[in-house]
Structure formats: structure tokens, C-alpha cells
């Protein structure tokens, strides 16, 4: 078995972080260089997967990540795909303790 970790293509709040003062985090989506990051590396994965064995996905409901997968996807059409949206999935989120004394 094969493990690949595949991290979410360039967002908007990765070019500008003021932008989490106007979205929620979960709702930051791909820059245009983000979906074709996202797009080549599923190029990249496909030929590394086998069609006849199924490929268990597992993605996080931000919107970044289910605009990576769905890029990816793309170049694994006729793949037996498992996927599971889990919104364990994410990354740590700073702060949320930093109001605790």
C-alpha cells in the first residue's frame, strides 16, 4: 500500500492574508495558479495509480481542498475512487485557545 499526501494548491489568503478578515477559513478558495497547481499534480499522481485497484481518498470540507481534489480528479476518471470527506482534515487552527488563562 501507497500513501500519498497531496497539500491544497495555492489560495487566495496564501497571496493575501487580509482575506481571512473578510472569509471564514474553510471558505478561502484556489488562486487561478492554484487550480493548475492542483490540475499537474494530478497528471503527476495518475500514472502512479492503478485502475484495476480501488484508490481511497480522503479530503476536508474547506473549500481549497475540494477545489484540489476536484482538479486532481480530473485526470483519474475510470479509477475505482473511494472518497471520504473528513472534517478532522485540517490544519491547526491558531488561536483558538489563546483567549484560555
Known sequence: MKIYLIRHGQSQA?????????LKDHNVPLTDLGKEQSYKAGADLAPKLKKNKPVAVFVS??????????????????????????????????????DLK
Open 14 to 22: 496564501n497571496v493575501d492574508p487580509l482575506l481571512y478578515a473578510q
Open 61 to 98: 470540507p474547506y473549500k481549497r481542498t475540494r477545489e484540489t481534489w476536484n482538479e486532481i480528479k480530473q485526470h483519474l476518471v475510470g479509477y475505482d475512487l473511494r472518497e471520504e470527506e473528513n472534517p478532522l482534515l485540517r490544519e491547526q487552527e491558531y488561536k483558538i485557545f489563546a
